[in-house]
């Protein structure tokens, strides 16, 4: 079975402010997991994803991840947050499908 | 690539009346994935196919909801009888994990309104 927990609903920070999006996870096996953004009234955009390899992730829009085994977490990170990264964060295991949650809401003020 | 593109972007129907939402994936991509997303449930998956066949309807909340992939470009998703309660942004993506564990890409949603 492959799940993920968001244990926040909403984030919020200043712009400028270092920005962090919690995830955990609980799979059997190899886990791969992926983060995904939505903005307003658009579509959900594929930002990185874990396979195998290196722990630290790099994706889109300057944002990363760093995969835990040890505390089976995959937290998204990105060092200086911007107003335009306000928007809906989804963190989700793959397992030929993806399994969504609600994801966490993002809102940085400038 | 013109990316997932989903027709129509926005519909408002009548509760009873059926309702067709269109998508056509990126080419080549062997998967195809319907999803709901409401304020109350989040993003649920509804169906996926590989290769034009359904592999997962778990998702499908009633005998209302059909979805059909007659091609490898082209799958629909209707709603006979619709109710208000369907009313929801419809997304499909579409990924080719054939090479690999690949990303789906996702289309632009239609947001379905039943009165």
């Known amino acids: 079975a492959q799940s993920v927990a968001q244990p926040e609903d909403q984030v919020n920070v200043a712009e400028g402010n270092p920005l962090t999006v919690k995830c955990t996870y609980s799979v059997s096996g190899n886990p791969y997991l992926f983060w995904y953004v939505q903005y307003p009234n658009r579509g959900l955009q594929f930002l990185l994803k874990y396979i195998t390899g290196d722990n630290l992730v790099k994706g889109s829009y300057g944002f990363e991840a760093e995969f835990n085994k040890s505390q089976t977490s995959f937290h998204l990170k990105k060092p200086s947050a911007l107003v335009s990264d306000s928007a809906l964060y989804f963190c989700a295991p793959y397992d030929y499908k993806l399994s969504f949650g609600a994801g966490t809401t993002v809102t940085v003020r400038a | 690539d013109a990316g997932v593109i989903q027709s129509p972007r926005h519909e408002v129907t009548e509760m009873g009346q059926e309702v067709t939402l269109r998508c056509k994936p990126i080419?080549?991509?062997?998967?195809l994935f319907w999803y709901r997303q409401t304020m109350m449930r989040g993003l649920e998956l509804l169906i996926y196919?590989?290769?034009?066949?359904?592999?997962?309807d778990s998702g499908m909340p009633e005998d209302r909801f059909s979805a059909k992939m007659p091609n490898a470009s082209f799958s629909t998703l209707k709603i006979q009888p619709s109710e208000p309660r369907d009313s929801a942004v419809y997304f499909c993506a579409s990924s080719s994990p054939g090479r690999g564990v690949n990303e789906q890409f996702f289309g632009p949603g239609t947001r379905l309104t039943v009165l």
């Open positions: 196919f590989n290769n034009n066949v359904p592999i997962d």
């Open positions: 080419s080549g991509h062997d998967y």
